[in-house]
């Protein structure tokens, strides 16, 4: 049975689609969002274009942005020659919030995953060697304690291994399986001290 029209289904139905929002979820964003001022809504709707035509790939750390550079490749502070990889946006902003990590980041978007057909080409590997290429003390592998992380882990480790880099993997303190955006600041840190050369 309809209970709503059409117009409200449709919201509801599209704001299901977002990821972690389910029936329910979406139903009471859809109510929430009928109840906004128009003026807020129209605010909310110009945000989400602007930000799906503006926002790129920083060319130096392959984050998000609406900028050529992100404000961490940007910056003069930051110690270029320290970089860590990261699966994706969220596990840098993860990082960010532990205020302590003064290098910058290569987002990798993903791991590799052989059994989802998943390989190096696939991710930002091709353009984490050719950064490599330049100044780099040190790479900190940061990608999640996955089978796949582990895995990327590893492949990076033995590819950067001949350039003579320093090469090392988080701590323990990230739980196995665990996911990095979900992880507190504290085990963050302390993953991050206790990193191991590999």
């Known amino acids: 049975m309809d209970v709503y029209g059409g117009e409200v289904n449709r919201l509801i139905e599209e704001l299901s ?4 929002i389910g029936p329910k979820g979406a139903q009471r ?10 003026e807020q809504v129209d605010a909310l709707a110009t945000a989400i274009q602007q930000a799906k035509k503006n926002i790129k ?12 550079l ?8 930051r ?11 969220r596990e840098l902003a993860a990082y960010e919030r532990t205020g302590r990590y003064e290098g910058v980041y290569h987002v990798l978007h993903g791991v590799i995953n052989p059994s989802a057909g998943i ?7 091709k353009e984490l060697l050719e950064r490599l ?11 999640n304690s996955t089978i796949e992380g582990e895995a990327t882990a590893v492949m990076i480790s033995k590819m950067v291994k001949p350039a003579g880099i320093k090469c090392s993997r988080i701590a323990t303190g990230v739980p196995v399986g665990g996911d990095l ?6 085990t963050l840190l302390r993953a991050l001290d206790g990193r191991v050369e590999l």
Do not use: N, W
């Open 57 to 68: 790939y920083c060319k130096e750390c392959f984050t998000i942005t609406d900028q050529e």
């Open 133 to 143: 290429r330049g100044d780099c003390d040190e790479l900190i592998i940061a990608t």
């Open 79 to 89: 110690d270029h020659k320290t970089i860590m990889v990261v699966e994706s946006p």
């Open 181 to 186: 955006e979900c992880t507190d600041e504290m």
């Open 119 to 125: 390989g190096p080409q696939d991710i930002r590997m």
């Open 70 to 77: 992100c404000p961490i490749c940007a910056s003069k502070t």
């Open 29 to 38: 964003l859809a109510f929430h969002i009928i109840r906004m001022p128009e």
């Open 17 to 20: 689609r977002l990821p972690g």
